[in-house]
């Protein structure tokens, strides 16, 4: 096995004849990805599907890697087989969390409860509507409480006022609201 040595760079001869070259000097980076770029970036778009910005993604995440860990290489001048093999563990990689995603999606989707699918916008509207027309107080409480999902000691804080207030003002706004909305068979 060749011997390794680390680069001797003098800035005006360059690297020792012979010496493996394991640090980056001005202008390699910018050569490796002139060099190496082209082919990685056909393997990540044929490992992709065809996706040319997922291949771009793939390539350059695997690029940075392996130029981070450039000193570190068993045969730097193999650049080009470590880019390669850095390009499908990424792909992989991305494949294997990609596939747990769906799967935790599909347990919890079966989970969650099914809504129409269409929204009630009348509804909405007739919400707003009447939550426009209460006291500016009222509305501030049930907001805060209910749409920003504050606690109640919290609310009472956001609008300067005591805990028995802020229960005070959620409650008349809250039976203001279910006398103005007329509520539906299935409510």
Same mark, same amino acid.
């Given at each position: ?62 690029? +940075?890697?392996? +130029? ?52 009630? +916008? ?43 207030? +802020? ?21």
């Amino acid at each position: 096995m060749p011997e390794m040595t680390e680069t001797h760079t003098d800035t005006r001869r360059g690297p020792e004849p012979g010496a493996r070259e394991t640090e980056l000097r001005p202008g390699r980076l910018a050569e490796l990805y002139e060099r190496h770029a082209g082919a990685g970036l056909r393997l990540a778009f044929l490992l992709t599907g065809g996706d040319r910005a997922q291949a771009e993604d793939l390539l350059q995440e695997a690029f +940075v890697r392996c +130029v981070g860990r450039l000193r570190h290489l068993r045969v730097p001048d193999a650049f080009d087989a470590y880019l390669r093999r850095a390009i499908v563990n990424l792909h992989t990689s991305g494949l294997r969390r990609t596939r747990l995603e769906r799967a935790y999606a599909a347990r919890e989707g079966a989970a969650l409860p099914r809504v129409s699918s269409m929204p009630d +916008v009348a509804g909405r509207q007739d919400l707003w509507r009447t939550l426009s027309r209460l006291p500016a107080r009222q509305r501030a409480a049930l907001v805060l409480r209910y749409y920003e999902d504050l606690s109640e000691r919290d609310t009472a804080e956001v609008l300067g006022c005591s805990l028995p207030a +802020v229960k005070s003002l959620i409650a008349r706004g809250t039976e203001a609201l279910r006398a103005e909305i007329p509520r539906g068979e299935d409510a």
